[in-house]
């Protein structure tokens, strides 16, 4: 089976008309996204929310018409409705943060996805149902114990609203610019890192709309110079809104990792979590359990102070993989407060044994091409 070529798929694409006007959809600038990843293709239709109900059979022509292209396995078209705000296409622009700019318009299919981070293997979300929670902690020590298993990681710091990656990882400083285009990425710890705090002082209110939250994400993904990683680790903002399930839908995920706190486990919103990545057909690779139990750091004594275990049970409740727990260690937060991630200060402690047991299973499950290499496979 020969290459499957993006122009292929956007001249088939440009056979799907959108009846209220007659034209096809790729004329029309509505495929936006699109990913060509060995057999399996996925693109995003972007809509008025208003409109998205009538859109569905345009949808469900243009994933049947590329999937009966030959070579092509597996096809995912979604309906997104970030095209009311699409209106003015200065959205893209990046408000505070003074990244390269775009001289050119943004190409009409070259949507957040689409051939966005060529080089990079698979994009794993880590996300949570609420802020505190230790997304944030989990993201840093996963992308540092992966690097040490000896995978190229990166880590983009999605968590646009507070990022915290800057501080955590020790890193100061703004990246540079070789061509006035692109961004270097910033590196520490042996990952590559990219924040928005590295371009936005850390003290900036960052009240920022919706779509211009993704017009910044889109460039952190399109305009830094990742070079080739095997894992690109995205801190996603917490909580499960409109921006968390927008960045889900447009960011090509190979799949997600939910973090959690037992209470947190017992509210539910852990589960909010899983529901929205399931609704964009992204798989969760697994649940961690933070702050599972209390270690006191004088006496080593564990305490269930939360009642540990629940995200196990409940992962298994939901379908959904266990990857491990991490206990509540005051040197856990202390490492990061330092910009030292415990995994790279204290790697031989059992509280960074945590994080690296959870970066093994991580890898293996990406290895196993359980996470989805490109988007997931829909026949209809
Ligand atoms: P989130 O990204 O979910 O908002 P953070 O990762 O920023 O959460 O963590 C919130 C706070 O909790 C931070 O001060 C962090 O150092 C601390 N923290 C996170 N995980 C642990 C842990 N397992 N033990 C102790 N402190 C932790």
Known sequence: MSELDRADVIATLRQVIEPQSGQDIVTLGLVSGLVVRDANV??????????????????????????AMPGVGSVTAVLTAERAAAAQPTERTQPAAHGPGHEHGAPQQSGPAGGLVPGVGSI??????????????????LAVALARLGRRVGLLDADIYGPSMPRMLGITGKPSSPDGKQILPMENHGIKVMSMGFLVPEETPMIWRGPMVMGALEQM?????WGELEILIV??????GDVQLTMAQRVPLAGAVIVSTPQDIALLDARKGLNMFRKVDVPVLGIVENMSQFVCPHCG??????GHGGARAEAEKLGCGFLGEIPLHMQIR????????IVASAPESAQAQAYVDIAQRLADILGQGKARAAPKITVR
């Open 221 to 225: 993904l399109r305009d830094v110079l």
């Open 235 to 240: 801190d996603m903002p917490p909580g499960t």
């Open 301 to 306: 004594e564990r305490t269930d102070i939360f």
């Open 42 to 67: 996925g693109f995003a239709i972007e809509v008025a929310p208003e409109v998205a109900a009538q859109m569905e059979p345009v949808r469900k022509a243009a994933e049947e018409a590329v999937f």
């Open 124 to 141: 794993v979300a880590v996300a949570s149902g609420k802020g505190g929670v230790g997304k944030s902690t989990v993201s840093a020590n």
């Open 334 to 341: 202390e490492a990061s407060d330092n910009g030292q991630p």
